[in-house]
């Protein structure tokens, strides 16, 4: 019964346990492998998440939809996805938390961000 409960526990505890903008149970890649493995990743992976619906929920002045924030967002993706070390990551999104959040508002509040200095 002890074992039972260190082993849920465990995973509990498990760098898995961290919520990300994507499924781990699904990851596949060396970056997806890595921000799943790493706290902090996880961390910036989360505030990017929330900063950018913060800001695509924003009038942008782009439309609606808010085209060039999601045009940037993918071509971020696609950079990131070249990271072949954990640093590459952690400084691409740490630079992205803020970066996404500097596009200036047309009108209405600008969205309340999580800057990335705040994430340890």
Not at 55 to 64: E, Q, R, S, V, Y
């Amino acid at each position: 019964m002890k074992l039972r409960h260190l082993l849920f526990a465990s995973l509990i505890a498990s760098p898995l346990a961290h919520a990300t903008s994507f499924d781990c149970k699904k990851a596949s890649t060396y970056v997806e492998k890595t921000i799943c493995s790493s706290p902090l990743l996880g961390k910036l992976d989360d505030a990017l998440s929330e900063n950018y619906g913060a800001m695509l929920a924003t009038d942008l002045g782009d439309g609606p939809d808010n085209k060039a924030l999601k045009k940037e967002q993918r071509v971020w993706l696609a950079q990131r996805n070249k990271c072949t070390t954990e640093r590459c990551l952690v400084d691409m999104y740490r630079k992205r938390v803020d970066d996404v959040c500097d596009a200036p508002v047309v009108s209405g509040v600008h969205a309340v961000c999580v800057e990335a200095s705040d994430i340890q």
